[in-house]
Structure formats: C-alpha cells, structure tokens
C-alpha cells in the first residue's frame, strides 16, 4: 500500500504535533514546518501527497503556500484555521482548497476529512474519460475544462461543481447534493445566496450568452440539472 506524505504547515507546535503524532498512527509520512518559507523550501524538494495548511503565518498566510502548491500540481489543500468567516472560507476554496476545518477540532474529524480528499482525488485518477456536453468537455485527467478547443478558467470550487454537475448529467440535484459535491463535508458553513452566486459564476462561463440557462437548468422547487445545452 502507498504510503501518503503529509506536508503540515503549522506554528503552534502543541497542535502540530498532535497532527503529526496523529497522522503516523495513521500510517502517514508526515514532514512539519511552521513558516512560509519552511514550507516554500520543503516544497521544492519534495513531493507530497496531501498538504494542511495554517492560515495565520509568522511570516505570511497559509494562502501564499496554498498558491505555490497549486501552481506546481493539482495536490490536495485543506485549511486549519481559527476563523470561520464565510468570506474568508470562499477565498481559500477559491484559490484551491478542497477542504477547511476551524480550530479547535477532533482529530477524527480531521482524519475523516483527510480521508474523504484523498478517496475523491484516487477515484479522479483512475479515470482516463473524457466527459462532454455539447461543446463543453471536462478533462479529469487534466482537471480542466474546454469550451470547444478554449480553456475555460475555472476556480476549484467552479470546477468541482461542473464536474459534480457532468457526472449526474440528466439527473437533478438539490443543493445539498450540490454542496456533498463540491465539498464532501455538510457545506454548513454555506448560505444559499453563496452558492447561488457560484452557479451564476458557472453558467456564465458556460453559456454562449449572459441570459442564458439552457446547460445548467434551474428546476424551480427541486434544484437544477444538467441538461443536453437545449433549453
């Protein structure tokens, strides 16, 4: 069995070490840093397979390292953090996160999401399909998405959503099963107002115009579904 190395951003070392004692119980390899720059020079010497990530930095934010780890390769981000302001969970998903868990917390509870990233990101990298609807397609491989031979920019949270979305195409999803999608957790930190705001974000980089909802359909009452791009 691979054994998965976690990278550990933390500076309060009571918690970290918990994490990391935690972690190799569970069978981690489990490398810990406290700094920005600690976490710039583990990175460019050694791959991981899951990075946690503080937010408050002696010498800078959890968000800058997040930005340095996506921009080398698609490696699982989740947030440890003691605030839980809505703005500031959007923002971290945004960039990249897959997941954001408030401090204090169980050490279950962080396994168990740890847990839930990485079966996501496994089951991700067994496929080899490309999913299409009209002239969208949806590279898993790559995690990108096309609009005919055009790039589409996504954030992560876009991304996950689209795919969510593609994967149950036909099918119509409430908001809770768009939540379980994009994030695997309850979504409870999440107003409905949020995620409407990021449907609006998908459609219109999806549709060929601003007034159109003919690929992701709103069914009034029940949720929305991913039709055939026939309105």
């Given at each position: 069995?691979?054994?998965?190395?976690?990278?550990?951003?933390?500076?309060?070392m009571?918690?970290?070490?918990?994490?990391?004692y935690?972690?190799?119980q569970?069978?981690?390899?489990?490398?810990?840093?406290?700094?920005?720059k600690?976490?710039k020079?583990?990175?460019a010497?050694?791959?991981?397979?899951?990075?946690l990530?503080?937010?408050?930095?002696?010498?800078?934010?959890?968000y800058?390292?997040?930005?340095?780890?996506?921009?080398?390769?698609?490696?699982?981000?989740?947030?440890?953090?003691?605030?839980?302001?809505e703005?500031?969970?959007?923002?971290?998903?945004?960039?990249?996160?897959d997941?954001?868990?408030?401090?204090p917390?169980?050490?279950?509870?962080?396994?168990?999401?740890i847990?839930?990233?990485?079966?996501?990101?496994?089951?991700?990298?067994?496929?080899?399909?490309?999913?299409r609807?009209?002239?969208?397609?949806?590279?898993v491989?790559?995690?990108?998405?096309?609009?005919?031979?055009?790039?589409?920019?996504l954030?992560?949270?876009?991304?996950?959503?689209?795919?969510?979305?593609?994967?149950?195409?036909?099918?119509?999803?409430?908001?809770?099963?768009?939540?379980?999608?994009?994030?695997?957790?309850?979504g409870?930190?999440?107003?409905?107002?949020?995620l409407?705001v990021y449907?609006?974000?998908?459609?219109?980089?999806?549709e060929?115009?601003?007034?159109?909802a003919?690929?992701?359909?709103?069914?009034?009452g029940?949720g929305?579904?991913?039709g055939?791009?026939?309105?």
């Amino acid at each position: 069995m691979e054994v998965i190395h976690v990278l550990v951003v933390e500076d309060d070392m009571t918690i970290a070490s918990g994490i990391v004692y935690s972690l190799e119980q569970e069978q981690f390899k489990v490398t810990q840093v406290s700094t920005v720059k600690g976490a710039k020079a583990v990175l460019a010497e050694q791959s991981f397979g899951l990075c946690l990530l503080d937010i408050s930095l002696p010498d800078g934010s959890g968000y800058e390292v997040c930005r340095v780890i996506k921009a080398g390769r698609d490696v699982p981000v989740i947030f440890l953090t003691a605030c839980d302001d809505e703005v500031n969970i959007v923002m971290g998903l945004d960039m990249g996160a897959d997941d954001y868990i408030t401090k204090p917390f169980r050490i279950k509870e962080l396994i168990s999401r740890i847990n839930s990233v990485l079966r996501r990101y496994h089951q991700s990298t067994l496929r080899t399909s490309v999913y299409r609807i009209q002239d969208i397609s949806v590279n898993v491989n790559e995690a990108k998405a096309y609009k005919g031979s055009q790039e589409i920019f996504l954030t992560a949270l876009e991304y996950r959503m689209l795919l969510t979305f593609i994967k149950n195409q036909g099918q119509i999803l409430t908001r809770a099963q768009l939540l379980e999608g994009i994030w695997d957790v309850t979504g409870d930190f999440v107003n409905d107002n949020t995620l409407t705001v990021y449907i609006k974000r998908l459609r219109e980089k999806l549709e060929d115009s601003k007034d159109s909802a003919s690929i992701i359909q709103t069914i009034r009452g029940l949720g929305y579904r991913m039709g055939d791009g026939h309105a």
